[in-house]
């Protein structure tokens, strides 16, 4: 069974940086794709980054371009959000989660970790 737990979230001021990471178990590491995705109160989840583990290939939501940088370690099985310049409006949970596939353009991300709670104050 696919585990995947996200960490590193918290609070932050307008401008600040965190890095959160994406621990994960129970599945090929290396042959899917794994975005992060976030939901602000009252608004729908929105996928903001992806990496294709088995490409190297990366995509970013408009609203994080430039900001944000996904990145992997195979070794240790884990997937990480570099989040600089942030700002009020990224506050929100983040979520990571396991496609099906091994393309970010496919869709199918069917395992979710807990979630973890970023919050930007300006």
């Known amino acids: 069974e696919a585990q995947l737990v996200e960490s590193g979230g918290g609070l932050v001021q307008t401008g600040g940086s965190l890095r959160l990471s994406c621990a994960t178990s129970?599945?090929?590491?290396?042959?899917?794709?794994i975005g992060w995705f976030r939901q602000a109160p009252g608004k729908e989840r929105e996928r903001i980054s992806c990496?294709?583990?088995?490409?190297?290939?990366?995509t970013y939501a408009d609203s994080v371009k430039g900001r944000f940088t996904i990145s992997s370690d195979g070794a240790k099985k884990t997937v990480y959000l570099q989040m600089n310049n942030l700002k009020a409006e990224d506050t929100a949970v983040y979520y990571c989660s396991a496609s099906w596939w091994s393309v970010c353009n496919k869709g199918g991300f069917g395992s979710w970790g807990q979630g973890t709670q970023v919050t930007v104050s300006s």
């Open positions: 129970g599945f090929d590491f290396d042959a899917y794709a």
């Open positions: 990496i294709s583990n088995s490409e190297g290939s990366t």
